[in-house]
């Protein structure tokens, strides 16, 4: 007799409901009957062709728990179809196929698929299938915390500092306030962060993307480089990267890392993409760099105007290399020019800052101006009263590089 597999939440009890998409009326009749042996549950039968990719949120939506697609039909397009139906977290996926290739495995896993069965079916092989698939929905396991803040830092211009800013940042969050922190640099297609911290990354945030089917809190730990701070960073490739990244990808990554870490750092770069825009809604805090030249003004009041469209999210300005002795637009202008107030003053010192990129000394107390502002700004993130500064001698970071 067949049993009803069953998902929990903790609270309630329901049966797991099933679709089962496939063109061959052979193989579809095949798995429905191995179905039809262990469940006694809702089961669907999609007996037309695959749903176009542009349909299948609105074919399958939330509705199934299990969706079983057959791989033989069009192996390519079955594969995409699984990756849609991953990426966007409508189900768990799984494939059969008649192909006993090795590595079919890999593609499957790569495009999101969590069990491939063979086919004729094994007995009993349905039924484990379905029991992990329950316990992988099941809730009953602690519940999950709440997101962390997702914290970018975008450049009104090239060569506004964004990196090191957002790297020096990221650090005190990590060292300073002992918060579980990630790092992305997302600044394609020649991101440094890894490079500015000292560090070398054995892997790289392409492979997130090329494997967003399976990137889950396990696999994103897999390509991570720890810094010595305790700052986890996921890097850009030594080589030059793909500019064009799927909005499907970059929220899941960024979906994933709010999962497990108490604060997602973004190195945006100065590239505002239409398609990750999405990064910008209203959880997010963007820090907006600029510098005091026209240009950078220009820039900068244009993408306050277009981040104002994108979904309302905290925006802060940051104005980097700031000597109020020397600038030419003093700040009324440059309010005036924005349209704002300029949130943080990132104070000038090329001396030392050029000495730190040469020699990867630590900060030295010629840095302290910089490196204060930065606590600062990270003990308003933190929600915590600004920390009397130090004797002389203290120095925030140990081992990162500035601009």
Same mark, same amino acid.
């Given at each position: 007799?067949?049993?009803q ?5 903790g609270r309630?009890t329901?049966?797991?409901?099933i679709?089962?998409i ?17 469940h006694?549950?809702p ?10 990719l542009s ?12 969706v079983?697609?057959?791989?033989d039909?069009?192996l ?9 139906? #991953? =990426?966007?977290e409508?189900?768990v996926?799984?494939v059969? $196929?008649?192909? !006993?290739? *090795?590595?079919? +495995? ?5 495009a ?8 004729p079916?094994s ?6 299938a379905?029991f ?6 099941s809730?009953?396991?602690p519940?999950?915390?709440a ?9 009104a ?9 957002a ?6 969050l990590a060292?300073?306030?002992k918060?579980?922190?990630?790092l992305i640099d ?8 890894a490079?500015?911290l ?13 494997n ?8 994103l #730990? =897999? ?8 700052? $986890?960073v996921? !890097?850009? *490739?030594n080589? +030059?990267?793909?500019?064009?990244v799927?909005?499907?990808a ?11 870490f ?6 945006a770069g ?12 209203e959880s997010?805090t963007i ?5 005091a030249?026209?240009?950078?003004l220009?820039?900068c009041?244009?993408?306050i105007?277009?981040?104002?469209d994108?979904?309302s999210?905290?925006?802060?300005i940051?104005l ?15 309010m ?18 050029r ?21 600062q700004m990270?003990?308003?993130?933190c929600g915590?009263?600004?920390v009397?500064?130090?004797?002389k001698?203290f120095s925030?970071?140990r081992?990162?590089f500035?601009?």
């Amino acid at each position: 007799m067949p049993d009803q597999i069953l998902i929990s939440d903790g609270r309630s009890t329901r049966v797991l409901s099933i679709a089962v998409i496939s063109p061959d009326d052979e193989r579809r009749k095949a798995a429905m009957t191995e179905l039809s042996g262990c469940h006694t549950g809702p089961v669907r039968e999609f007996t037309a062709s695959y749903p176009a990719l542009s349909e299948v949120e609105k074919v399958i939506g939330h509705n199934y728990d299990v969706v079983l697609v057959d791989l033989d039909s069009d192996l390519e397009y079955a594969l995409e179809l699984v990756h849609t139906i #991953s =990426s966007q977290e409508l189900a768990v996926a799984m494939v059969y $196929s008649a192909n !006993a290739e *090795p590595n079919l +495995l890999v593609r499957c896993m790569r495009a999101g698929a969590r069990e491939l069965l063979r086919l004729p079916f094994s007995c009993g092989e349905m039924a484990e299938a379905l029991f992990r698939a329950s316990a992988l929905l099941s809730s009953d396991r602690p519940a999950q915390k709440a997101a962390g803040k997702l914290l970018v830092f975008l450049g009104a211009k090239g060569g506004s500092g964004v990196t090191s800013l957002a790297c020096n940042f990221a650090v005190s969050l990590a060292q300073e306030h002992k918060k579980k922190t990630i790092l992305i640099d997302l600044n394609l297609p020649l991101g440094d962060a890894a490079i500015s911290l000292g560090i070398k990354a054995e892997h790289s945030i392409v492979s997130a993307f090329q494997n967003v089917g399976r990137l889950d809190s396990l696999f994103l #730990s =897999s390509l991570l480089v720890r810094h010595d701070s305790g700052l $986890s960073v996921l !890097a850009a *490739p030594n080589e +030059l990267a793909p500019t064009f990244v799927s909005v499907e990808a970059i929220d899941k990554l960024l979906r994933v890392a709010r999962q497990e870490f108490d604060y997602v750092v973004v190195d945006a770069g100065s590239k505002l993409d239409l398609q990750r825009k999405h990064m910008f809604d209203e959880s997010a805090t963007i820090y907006l760099v600029t510098q005091a030249g026209i240009p950078e003004l220009r820039n900068c009041h244009r993408l306050i105007s277009q981040l104002a469209d994108t979904g309302s999210p905290k925006v802060e300005i940051v104005l980097n290399r700031y000597d109020a002795r020397s600038v030419d637009i003093d700040e009324d202008h440059i309010m005036k020019a924005l349209n704002r107030p300029v949130n943080w003053k990132i104070p000038n010192n090329y001396a030392a800052v050029r000495r730190m990129q040469n020699t990867a000394a630590p900060l030295s107390e010629e840095g302290a101006g910089i490196s204060q502002v930065i606590r600062q700004m990270t003990e308003s993130v933190c929600g915590r009263p600004p920390v009397p500064e130090k004797k002389k001698g203290f120095s925030l970071f140990r081992s990162v590089f500035l601009f």
